[in-house]
């Protein structure tokens, strides 16, 4: 993003500290002896024999049909404060899952450390974690870093580390995604091409090649070889620009500067995209999403004829005076929703973010900055054409260990065993339930009814696995207060909260997959609209039943449960709700106890 600077100020090991110009070269110096040692330290107790275990290569691929949904979700300043709560609130305002969350790993303040917790973290919520690799001491704008230059990557200077980044993530064996220099062909971070060498030709490599984009392709190149020999195979690669008609300065704006200068090739990357903002600065003038992307995806287009388009970053500020977000949002999701006029879109991100900039101005790019903005977020990113269930490459492939202590780390991206039938009793009432259950010995024991707003999965759990549940609407749903949108099912294994993920929903059911941990017992699916509907009708029956018998009458309610109720199971249900009340009145103190 390019204008959430702070000048003036370093972060050192996640300190910030004030310094003045006569103080910055004494502090950096320190930083850089600082950087060394602890650098050197951490590389020492570095394993030089690599473990021999290999990673199959799993990537996320595009979805043949459909638009993945993902998002920065406000991790702060450094946009590196990761929790499992942040991610939790913007999709209980979105309505929706994400497949991916955003953060980012600067190098000045964390070192060129696998930032393992933060990804098991994401991990942990069935969400891709998406790295930002940000090789930068301070977040000053428009200056080369004193540490980590392109030049130094290109140089092998910080091989060792980048080897033992990449070691570490194949150990960890989540898939993730990584992107390196995010928007190098604006003016503002100390990657960039105008920083790096311009347009001049004759400072590194090709003689007819435009320096600053050869530097930065060249280093980014390195990298991913050098990830690859490590074995890294569950890493995506992406590439992020700016739009060119947003890149700063007059210099960005001349014909060396072009996106396709830089691009790794496709050789090397799996995505491509750009960071599309209405406005990120108040009392801007804002640009319409179709007009900034028109030339954006054009250019895009031409850096590679068949990588899949990402809008990595996408957001407009709430600034009345100068236009309506919510029109805004519903403008930018419609565009690419339809397909027509951006066929090779296949994800988009929001930017869920609120601070105060240098000058003490709000910059709020949440979603929540009013109520209007959440609802037309929400009707739209519902569609079904916004996803959030990922596809990954070689999903016939397991490239996860298990993690003791964290939750729904099991995540194999294993196809679905054949799906079985288990039968929920409600009263007299019998649903077939379809599920499938993957891993080692694992099984499925019985289902049952908490209670009116939960439905309980008893297994019997060898190993970690997956279990992948059609759950019919009329038994449990989860819907928002107003009752349209859907919303996440809370789920619990072993009373322990975890996340599942919607693989599909239409209007008979949502079909979950919940991932689980060897030695798991139970899991607890709840709903915000749930069984209350089907045991209520039920014991409602059941009670009409008991007064027709006691008056001497009998009504068919057969027409009547068909108007209201679509499923045949249901149907049968609540129709044996009455004849159960007919027939045996007062033996279902547990229904009549729910009658209205």
């Known amino acids: 993003m390019k204008h959430k ?11 910030l500290h004030l310094i003045d110009s006569n103080a910055t070269i004494i502090l950096v110096t320190g930083f850089l002896i600082l950087y060394f040692s602890i650098n050197s330290q951490a590389a020492s ?30 991790f702060g300043g450094e946009e590196n404060e990761v929790t499992a709560q942040k991610i939790i609130d913007f999709e209980n305002i979105a309505g929706k899952k994400i497949v991916w969350a955003y953060f980012s790993n600067n190098w000045g303040s964390e070192g060129i450390v696998f930032p393992e917790a933060k990804v098991k973290t994401i991990h942990s919520l069935g969400i891709i974690p998406f790295i930002r690799m940000m090789p930068r001491t301070t977040f000053d704008e428009g200056r ?4 980590f230059t392109l030049q130094g990557i290109i140089n092998g200077n910080f091989d060792r580390e980048l080897r033992r980044w990449a070691d570490d993530a194949k150990r960890v064996g989540i898939p993730i995604m990584v992107e390196f220099g995010t928007e190098v062909n604006g003016d503002w971070f100390p990657w960039s091409g105008v920083l790096n060498g311009e347009g001049k030709t004759r400072g590194y490599g090709d003689p007819t090649y435009p320096d600053g984009p050869e530097r930065f392709r ?32 007059t210099a960005t704006l001349e014909s060396w500067n072009i996106m396709k200068n830089y691009y790794p090739g496709d ?12 406005a990120d600065t108040p009392n801007t003038k ?18 590679s004829a068949k990588k899949p388009i990402a809008i990595f970053e996408l957001g407009v500020i709430e600034d009345p005076q100068q236009g309506n977000k919510a029109e805004w949002i519903k403008n930018a999701l419609q565009s690419v929703e339809s397909g027509n006029r951006y066929p090779r879109i296949k994800a988009i991100s929001y930017w869920d973010e609120k601070w105060t900039d240098n000058n003490g101005k709000t910059i709020d790019l949440r979603l929540n900055s009013s109520a209007m903005n ?3 977020y929400r009707r739209i990113i519902n569609s079904p054409l916004f996803l959030s269930q990922p596809q990954f490459s070689n999903t016939n492939k397991s490239i996860t260990t298990p993690m003791p202590g964290i939750k729904n780390m099991a995540m194999t991206y294993t196809p679905v065993n054949r799906t079985k039938i288990s039968n929920l009793t409600i009263g007299n009432a019998v649903f077939p339930i379809h599920y499938s259950i993957t891993g080692d010995g694992n099984k499925l024991i019985n289902l049952s009814v908490k209670d009116v707003s939960s439905l309980r999965v008893n297994i019997d759990s060898q190993s970690n696995g997956r279990l992948t549940i059609a759950l019919p609407r009329k038994i449990i749903d989860s819907k928002m207060q107003e009752r349209i949108q859907d919303s996440p099912y809370q789920v619990f294994e072993n009373g322990a909260y975890i996340r599942a993920q919607e693989l599909n929903n239409n209007t008979q059911q949502r079909t979950q997959a919940v991932d689980f941990v060897k030695g798991a017992g139970s899991i607890e699916i ?13 014991s409602t029956f059941y009670k009409k039943g008991c007064d027709d018998v006691q008056n001497g009458s009998r009504y068919d309610f057969r027409a009547y449960v068909s108007d209201i109720a679509s499923s045949m199971d249901v149907q049968k249900s609540w129709s044996k709700g009455y004849d159960d009340g007919y027939s045996t009145c007062g033996s279902h103190p547990a229904f009549s106890r729910m009658s209205p």
């Open 286 to 303: 804002w640009k319409s999403f179709t007009n900034m992307v028109d030339k954006v995806y054009t250019e895009l287009t031409a850096v």
């Open 374 to 376: 959440v609802d037309v």
């Open 267 to 278: 050789q090397y990357i799996d995505w491509i995209g750009a960071s599309v903002y209405g």
């Open 45 to 74: 107790s570095y394993a030089t024999s690599n473990s021999s275990s290999s990673v199959t290569d799993v990537k996320l691929i595009p979805p043949s049909r459909g638009i993945y949904h993902g998002a920065f979700t406000d």
């Open 5 to 15: 600077i702070i000048p003036m100020f370093l972060r050192i090991n996640r300190g």
């Open 526 to 538: 709840r709903g915000g609209q749930t069984l209350t509907s089907v045991i209520s009708a039920y």
């Open 144 to 147: 080369i870093d004193p540490i």
């Open 218 to 249: 060249d280093a980014y190149r390195h990298i991913i070889e050098l990830f690859r020999k490590e074995g890294a195979g569950n890493v995506t690669w992406c590439f992020h620009i700016a739009p060119s008609q947003e890149t700063g300065s």
